[in-house]
């Protein structure tokens, strides 16, 4: 903030600076009212921040079981040092509205600016047993793991949870997040205010001692003609001066350190036991003993191999434990989630292909009596996908930038040099390759480099008189982009074996074509490519019925239309992909669209018409030099399928992840990496190149996945 003060002195002193005499007390009044501002927004900040990492501590007592043990009101009762069980300490502050200002002249009224974005307030819930922190409805974090990160820019609030982005939450108050702070009985309750939005606030409630009591079963199961038995107890908020105590009524008991001993035992017998901390507080409880009983139920359910729980319940009025044999406690645990009685097991994702399973007795307190056994079993490990075949480049020198797939081949274009070749290479026997016939555009006075095919693609086909109803193939050239080049797009309506059709696009100053992404189907559909000379715009081509956008042609005019992404110019070969479900406006731009380029990734929203902004997750290693994403559906589980190329561009692997949002929230499915599977791309290395493409098909009814890195290799994975 002293930072953002300096700067504007600067600018007011070199107004200032303008005229040879002047009166500068206006200004210093300006400079102190400024400074006045900023030390209230940076107290602001400090005592929200305060209170923040204060909430996380209070969770984390609450998780840990410690209590308060007492509490110091600060000066002017504006908050309290509060001390806890393990003699550690924090402080609060109940922070208040700041005073308003006086209203100042009315200024000209301005242009209208775009419309802002509707805050969300920050806010703590339950979920799953755990308090969260909460934006509007999403949780991010458990409050005891981290606290958010608050930070104010022109009068907005921003909060960053870990290593996300920052997110605008409205502006900052000057309230605490705690409203009030109280004792009522043996709780100190506090009031949680959401930052980013007045609302009503949400009490949390942590305790000023651990509440006194005995803790031990009100009834006791005995075996027929068994006259002894052994009761485990606790005392909660015992101190060094408890004791405890027992009457026995028709037997005879002992007080051990944490059980009771009772010897000759006859019917209709009883205890009371007493728990006395020496300062005035007692517990009694009666303990009456019956025929015992325990039922426990069966577990008829497999665990995923991905993990997950089990419950086992039952009803009983004997003391027992719960015994996992040695060789499952790598992989399985237990909580007690009642009292009387029910144990959820969980297992933790098996990793390997074979069944698993554990024989978890329920044994007799004190003794070595298995009284029951239940069998939790495992489900083997199933990979996602396993490995066809690796295959070398068909062409060398790094060429094979990009590649696609249908229900027979893969095919992979020469992207760089000579006249233009297809290699299509079978599925069933990779060793079996042939070439796709290619007739190359090369008018006269345009051969100055570019490569005359660079990139293919499959269109989605729906006419079964089209190329026998299976997908089309089509390709495009690659423009140097220095005005006289023109973009080919090359469609094989008639098979590989055939001539393709070809359509000559004027492509300006633009450079086309070092890859493209196709958005519809052959009879009704786009070609997207991105612009790698102005780095910022995205070119859509229509397609119809095969052909591609000819200038002229009214239906078919070239460029349908551009999304201007704000990106750095010349950032390097890149593709737009757009999610299969996305929503588009009456002009055809989608509401939002992925681009990804060799130094970034970008998410882009869309802004007003074909206008869009980035967002600046773009620099998250996950997804960088990340291509070729595709969406396929397997097993009534949505899918992404893409490649990653490593930063040394020696190595490049299979990615895929679970669709869970769908074009909702694109965005946040590629952040969470939900269930990634990850394989290599089988190579030696390459040339320096740092290129990938992935591709997927269908072959008599089984998925494949076909992922290459540029100058190392081609991988084909079957999904099973």
């Given amino acids: 903030m002293k930072k953002i003060f300096f700067a504007l002195m600067l600018g007011l002193a070199a107004v200032a600076c303008t005229t040879a005499e002047y009166d500068d007390t206006a200004i210093k009044e300006q400079l102190g009212e400024l400074d006045g501002r900023l030390d209230k927004v940076e107290e602001e900040l400090a005592t929200l921040q305060l209170n923040v990492d204060a909430m996380k501590s209070l969770a984390q007592a609450l998780k840990d079981g410690k209590y308060i043990t007492s509490y110091v009101a600060l000066e002017d009762n504006t908050g309290y040092t509060i001390n806890f069980s393990d003699n550690t300490s924090i402080v609060i502050e109940k922070g208040e509205k700041g005073d308003k200002g006086d209203t100042g002249d009315t200024g000209e009224t301005g242009q ?30 458990p409050v005891y793991e981290a606290a958010p990160v608050f930070t104010s820019v022109d009068g907005k609030l921003y909060v960053q ?46 305790p000023l001692a651990e509440k006194f009591a005995l803790v031990i079963d009100a009834e006791v199961g005995l075996a027929e003609n068994a006259t002894e038995a052994v009761l485990a107890y606790e005392v909660k908020g015992a101190n060094a001066t408890t004791v405890v105590d027992v009457l026995a009524h028709g037997c005879e008991a002992v007080v051990e350190a944490d059980v009771i001993k009772v010897t000759a035992i006859v019917e209709g017998a009883t205890l009371l036991v007493f728990a006395d901390n020496g300062e005035g507080k007692t517990s009694i409880k009666k303990v009456t003993f019956a025929p015992e009983s325990f039922e426990v139920s069966d577990v008829d359910e497999v665990v995923s191999f991905k993990g997950g729980s089990v419950e086992v319940a039952g009803v009983t009025n004997i003391a027992f434990e719960v015994v996992i044999p040695e060789d499952a406690q790598s992989w399985l645990s237990c909580v007690e989630t009642k009292a009387a009685f029910s144990y959820t097991f969980t297992a933790a994702p098996n990793t390997v292909e074979e069944t698993r399973s554990a024989e978890v007795s329920f044994v007799r307190f004190g003794t070595e009596e298995v009284l029951k056994t239940v069998t939790i079993e495992q ?158 715009t995205v070119i859509r081509v229509n397609m119809k019925d095969g052909v591609a956008g000819l200038w002229g042609t009214p239906e078919l005019a070239y460029a349908t239309g551009r999304f201007a992404m704000p990106v750095a110019g010349a950032s390097n070969i890149g593709e737009c992909t757009i999610h299969p479900d996305a929503t588009f406006d009456a002009n055809g731009n989608p509401s939002a669209a992925l681009l990804t380029t060799n130094a970034v990734n970008g998410f882009f929203t869309q802004d007003s018409g074909n206008a869009f902004v980035a967002s600046a997750w773009g620099t998250d290693p996950k997804l960088t030099q990340t291509y070729g994403y595709n969406f396929f559906e397997h097993n009534g589980v949505n899918y992404i399928a893409y490649v990653k190329v490593a930063g040394d561009r020696n190595s490049a692997a299979l990615n895929v992840i679970e669709d869970v949002n769908g074009a909702a929230d694109f965005k946040g499915t590629l952040e969470a990496q939900k269930d990634l599977f990850t394989a290599p791309v089988n190579g030696t290395g390459n040339a320096g190149h740092g290129l990938g493409d992935c591709a997927t098909a269908v ?22």
Wanted: proline share 4%; with cysteine; aromatic share 10%.
């Fill in 379 to 536: 489900a083997a490990y199933v990979p996602f996908a396993k490995l066809v075949w690796d295959a070398a480049v068909p062409f060398g020198g790094g060429k094979d930038r990009n590649m696609t797939m249908d229900s027979e081949y893969v095919y992979v274009a020469q992207a760089a040099g000579g006249d233009g070749a297809v290699k299509a290479i079978s599925i069933a026997d990779p060793t079996q390759v042939k070439d796709v016939k290619v007739t190359t555009y090369t008018p006269a006075g345009l051969d100055n480099g570019t490569h005359a095919v660079t990139c293919v693609r499959m269109l989605p086909n729906t006419d079964p008189a089209v190329n026998g109803g299976k997908d089309v193939l089509v390709g495009s050239n690659l423009t140097i982009g220095d005005g006289t080049e023109k973009l080919i797009v090359y469609v094989w309506s008639n098979g590989i074996d055939a001539d393709p059709n070809y359509f000559v696009i004027d492509s300006g100053v633009r450079r086309l074509g070092d890859k493209f992404t196709v958005k519809g189907t052959y009879q009704a559909g786009e070609l997207l490519f991105f612009d790698f000379n102005d780095g910022n």
């Fill in 161 to 206: 949870f870990g290593d996300k982005e920052p997110e605008e939450i409205g502006t900052l108050t000057g309230k605490s997040i705690f409203e009030d702070v109280k004792v009522e009985g043996n709780e100190m309750v506090f009031t949680f205010l959401p930052v980013g939005e007045e609302a009503e606030g949400l009490v949390y409630r942590v």
């Fill in 699 to 720: 072959v008599d009814g089984v998925r494949y996945i076909a992922v290459m890195g540029q100058n190392i290799g081609i991988s084909l994975y079957k999904v099973l």
């Fill in 112 to 141: 209208t600016g775009p419309a802002g974005k509707d805050a969300e307030k920050v806010t703590v819930a339950e979920k799953d047993g755990e308090l969260y922190w909460f934006i509007g409805e999403v949780a991010q974090i």
